[in-house]
Nanobody, 117 residues
Framework: QVQLVESGGGLVQTGGSLRLSCVVSGTIFSLNDVDWYRQAPGKQRELVATVTRGGSTSYTDSVKGRFTVSRDTAKKTVYLQMNTLKPEDTAVYYC???????????WGQGTQVTVSS
């Protein structure tokens, strides 16, 4: 079955950096568009960044210039490099895969990112 496993979250001070990883299995990785979402306590889940199967990227305005999404096809892994972190980036971050060759979409279990002020 399709599995997405995130890692790399943790506690960091304002201005620090973290790199999240999402290992994707059980699907043809190269035929998936992959997103990073986040959900802060009491808030709706929001789309943070997307990397398409062709390598195109997009970001929500609040993270532009600070976050970078990338993918490594050989490792079947998507990364989210987060720099200059702010307390408002505190959330659970989720990986989300959207295969283009079949129905359905898939979520990871999430990884907690906490930015202290």
């Amino acid at each position: 079955q399709v599995q997405l496993v995130e890692s790399g979250g943790g506690l960091v001070q304002t201005g620090g950096s973290l790199r999240l990883s999402c290992v994707v299995s059980g699907t043809i990785f190269s035929l998936n568009d992959v997103d990073w979402y986040r959900q802060a306590p009491g808030k709706q889940r929001e789309l943070v960044a997307t990397v398409t199967r062709g390598g195109s990227t997009s970001y929500t305005d609040s993270v532009k210039g600070r976050f970078t999404v990338s993918r490594d096809t050989a490792k079947k892994t998507v990364y989210l490099q987060m720099n200059t972190l702010k307390p408002e980036d505190t959330a659970v971050y989720y990986c989300h895969a959207r295969p283009v060759y079949r129905g359905g979409d898939f979520w990871g279990q999430g990884t907690q990112v906490t930015v202290s002020s």
